[in-house]
């Protein structure tokens, strides 16, 4: 099974321009260093922020959640999860992120 996409992509500014190429590129197998992914948690957490060479590992892949955001770098990425979580709260008073991004009308 491929990678879950998140429709509407949050972005950070250093990857806004070039999101469709880098997505293409991580679909075929081909990870850009300096590239995070803002995901679903799987576990406890709110968001992971995975770098995208960590899927070069089968297992990171296999058990990847659905990908909310792209950014260039760390520091980006854990901009874009604050923004998601700030959408989140202005959007149900709650930071249940989850059932943000499962809702009906954010698909």
């Known amino acids: 099974m491929g990678i879950i996409w998140y429709k509407s992509l949050y972005l950070g500014t250093l990857v806004r321009k070039k999101a ?3 997505k293409r590129k991580i679909d075929r197998g081909i990870y850009p260093p ?11 957490a709110v968001l ?6 960590e899927l ?3 297992c990171v892949r296999a ?7 792209i950014a260039g770098g760390k520091a980006e990425a ?3 999860a604050s923004r998601i979580v700030q959408d989140t709260w202005e959007a149900q008073g709650d930071a249940d992120v989850r059932r943000f991004f499962e809702s009906e009308d954010r698909r």
């Open 20 to 22: 469709g190429r880098i």
């Open 34 to 44: 300096g590239i995070y992914l803002v995901t679903l948690s799987g576990g406890s």
């Open 48 to 53: 992971e922020l995975i770098p995208a060479i």
């Open 56 to 58: 070069r590992v089968a």
């Open 63 to 69: 058990q990847l959640p659905m990908v909310v955001g």
């Open 78 to 80: 854990e901009y874009v």
